[in-house]
Structure formats: C-alpha cells, structure tokens
C-alpha cells in the first residue's frame, strides 16, 4: 500500500476509541494512554471535531477527571496525586471529588498523568478541575536523590522515560516547581553513553526510545546544551535509518522508532538529513488494510505503532495531516490552544 488512506486511519482510531479489541485486556491499567494515541492521532488528522461528538466529549472529560487522584484530609495521598491509567481500582464514579481517599495501591501514575493533561487540552477542556498543587507536590516527591524520576510513589523503576514524562506535565502546567532542573539536567548527562545517545538508566546501552525521552525532557527545560556531544548523538540517529528506522544497531526498521528517532533529529535541527523518501515508503508500507500501522510492512496494526507512523508523517510533511510539537508530543494546535 503505497498511498496515504486518511480516512481509514481516521476509521480504525474511532472505532479503537469506542471499543478496544480483546487483545488489548492485558493493558487495561493504561487506557488512559490508549485513549491519547486515538485522539492526539485524530487531532493530526484533523478528524477530531467531526468524528467525535460533543457529549462524547463530555463524557470522556468527565472519565478523565474520575481518575484523578486529590489530597485528602489526612494527607495521606499528598505522594499520590495525580491521574491513574483506569477505574482498575474499583472506586466510585465521582468526576467531580474534592478529595481522594486514600487506599493502599491506589496511585497515580506520572506517564497517565501526562498522558491526562494532553486528552483533557485534546477534548477542550481548561484544565480548571486539574489539582496542580497535588500533582507538582508529588513530581517533587517522585524525583530521587540521583536526580531520576520514580513513576509511582516507591517504585523502583527510575529512568529516562519518566524524566521526560515529569517535564512534560511541568511543561503542560506551566510550573517548574516540582523539579530540581540541576539535578535533572545532571542525571539527563548520566544517561548518555559511550555512543554519544542515551540509554534508558546510566550505563544501559544506546536506544531510540530513551534518546527521544533524553532529548525532550532536556528541550523541554531548555537544557539542550547539556547534551555532552550533539554533532555524534546526530550520527547515531541518522546510523540508524535504513529504509525507517530501527531503534538499536543490528535491529529492523519499525515505524514507531521513524516517531522517536525522527523526532530527537527535528528537536536537534537535523531532521533534515533523514532521507525523507525511504522512510515515508516504510511508514505507508506500514499500513494495513483496516488502517492504522503494524510495526513493519505486513504486521497487525495497533494504536501506539499506527500513532507513531501518523506522528512520523507528520515530521515528513505528509499531506492530510496537521504539524506536531514534537517536544510535548501532540499536534501544535493544542499546544498554541494551551497558550
């Protein structure tokens, strides 16, 4: 399939949205981050105001805010606070609390919170039921002595991915105070390898993923000079494009790394010294007859990979679909609609 189907993308994302397939059972603690793949992918479209009702809308707000997690009055969800990925905890529907009571295990998650904010600016709302103050206060406490970031209130997995995902919810709310941006900077230094790129802990090998996660969280705080060696971080993406992308050397082409590697290049100003062709051919080779994106050419599609060849089209200037704000990672008419 060599021409871009816009609508069937638009189709595949609707219909994603209204009812998940079987498979996607396994992942339910993070519909919230599926949700956004459909959205932010119809925002790029241009498809999210005719394809998506109002009340629809209002609904899906309203689902939104239900998982948000408040201080309560002992102050035991003051780590907590935030938004989690789905209703796993069983609570009552309440779009509208005042506070959360506090159960065991019962946590926000910073990449749902992220996550959250861009559905919430994706449907049009003003954020004005956001608890800011909670979900700064508990960024500061997530943020550990190494200058990492925890996603969960004790959780051991600290690494560039949930740097990145603390920025960006800085970024949406305009409020830096949760973070150390020296210490974050210096564990950002950490993370970079003997191959000039970034790992996804210090001392872990070279990928794409935690390059894009190392790069925006750093352009996000205005700290791209902290990148140790940009002219050999460059090398290393473009190293890694054959017809699209792969994400570590001696890995196949995979249309979300043509997303996350073509993103750190525009964020480094090299985009354009990626052969715009071969991988354009990749990413529609990508599609599948239902539409959406497999990860390689004859794969089954699903919402993270077929996001990510959207996104990635996006970068190339593909016709039918709107500019993306690579560093927050959504259409920039959200971004300017945020402003």
């Not at 529907?93 to 998650?109: G, I, L, M, N, Q």
């Not at 210490?183 to 790992?199: D, I, N, P």
């Amino acid at each position: 399939m060599t021409e871009f189907n816009k609508q069937k993308h638009i189709d595949y994302f609707v219909a994603n949205l209204r009812m998940l397939p079987t498979a996607y059972t396994e992942t339910e603690t993070n519909r919230m981050t599926l949700a956004y793949f459909c959205l932010s992918s119809l925002e790029l479209l241009g498809a999210l105001d005719t394809s998506i009702s109002d009340q629809n809308k209002k609904d899906w707000i309203d689902w939104i805010y239900a998982q948000q997690i408040k201080p309560d009055s002992k102050g035991l969800n003051r780590e907590h606070c935030g938004f989690r990925g789905s209703p796993y905890s069983g609570r009552v529907f309440d779009a509208h609390a005042d506070e959360t009571e506090y159960r065991p295990y019962d946590s926000s998650h910073i990449a749902s919170t992220y996550t959250a904010l861009l559905n919430l600016l994706l449907l049009g709302d003003d954020l004005s039921r956001v608890d800011r103050d909670g979900i700064i206060g508990t960024i500061k406490s997530l943020q550990q002595p190494d200058g990492s970031i925890a996603p969960t209130k004790g959780s051991l997995e600290q690494d560039a991915r949930f740097l990145y995902c603390a920025c960006a919810v800085s970024f949406i709310l305009n409020d830096w105070r949760g973070l150390d941006i020296d210490l974050s900077v210096e564990y950002a230094k950490r993370l970079q390898t003997y191959e000039h790129t970034f790992g996804q802990s210090p001392n872990n090998e070279a990928h794409g993923g935690s390059t894009f996660c190392g790069v925006g969280a750093l352009t996000l705080m205005g700290k791209q000079d902290a990148v140790l060696n940009k002219e050999k971080l460059i090398r290393w993406c473009l190293n890694q494009q054959t017809t699209g992308f792969a994400g570590r050397p001696n890995k196949e082409a995979d249309a979300c790394y043509c997303f996350w590697i073509g993103a750190s290049l525009e964020m480094l100003g090299a985009f354009d010294l990626v052969n715009h062709e071969n991988c354009r051919d990749f990413l529609l080779a990508c599609q599948t007859k239902i539409g959406g994106f497999g990860k390689t050419p004859g794969s089954h599609p699903d919402v993270m990979h077929s996001y990510m060849g959207i996104a990635a089209l996006s970068l190339l200037g593909q016709p039918g679909i709107n500019k993306l704000n690579v560093a927050i990672n959504v259409a920039q008419s959200v971004v300017e609609r945020k402003e």
